[in-house]
């Protein structure tokens, strides 16, 4: 079946970076977008970026310019969301998102989250 | 655009029919409207796109409705399974954009 496989959980200090995996199966890696969506604890979904896994072309919120990278290996059918300069509000989960070829569907399969906890 | 819920709560019981609303600062272009539905220790799930069209799988009891910067999503009998935190997004300009969500908890 469709789904998204997150990386597992890191505790980082403050300044330091992560990296976090995103592997897609059951559907062709290249056809669908990756969007990468944090949730602080407690707080709503915020939308960090997207990554053309087929060109590799990326666009990010003016906020995360210059902090976050977005790339993919198409090899592996895999996205990375890599963060650096961490902040304690940076704690969070992180989930990627796929955005289907069609443009009228948003995110329709996501990933089960990664945690990521700075302290 | 800043995508504004209401209420922050809803308390309601089963078989109770549920009205969320979104509005948008600013007209959202192609329909671009999308509700999702999130329950704890979970990743959110895709219930309606286009502004009312249901997502795969998801009962006919859920609907969405609007158009320009005003939209809504109905419950029309609450299920046991159906309380959780329902989020609004856009997805026709980048950044696309959440709103802060609505919790439909049981009265």
């Known amino acids: 079946q469709v789904q998204l496989v997150q990386s597992g959980a890191e505790v980082k200090n403050p300044g330091a970076s992560v990296k976090v995996s995103c592997k897609a199966s059951g559907y062709t890696f290249t056809s669908s977008y990756i969007h990468w969506v944090r949730q602080a604890p407690g707080q709503g979904l915020e939308s960090m970026g997207w990554i053309n896994t087929n060109s590799g072309g990326t666009y990010y919120p003016q906020r995360f310019q210059g902090r976050v990278t977005m790339t993919r290996d198409t090899s592996i059918g895999t996205a990375y969301m890599e963060l650096t300069g961490l902040r304690y509000d940076d704690t969070g989960v992180y989930f990627c998102a796929r955005d289907p070829p069609s443009t009228a569907v948003p995110l329709d399969i996501w990933g089960q989250g990664t945690s990521i906890t700075v302290s | 655009i800043v995508l504004t819920q209401s209420p922050g709560t809803l308390s309601l019981s089963p078989g109770e029919r549920a009205t969320l609303s979104c509005r948008a600062s600013q007209t959202i272009s192609s329909s671009s409207l999308a509700w999702y539905q999130q329950k704890p220790g979970q990743p959110p799930r895709l219930l309606i796109y286009?502004?009312?069209n249901r997502a795969t799988g998801v009962p006919d009891r859920f609907s969405g409705s609007g158009s320009g910067a005003d939209f809504t999503l109905t419950i029309s009998r609450l299920e046991p399974e159906d309380f959780a935190v329902f989020y609004c997004q856009q997805y026709g300009k980048a950044p696309w954009t959440f709103g802060q969500g609505t919790k439909v908890e049981i009265k």
């Open positions: 286009g502004v009312a």
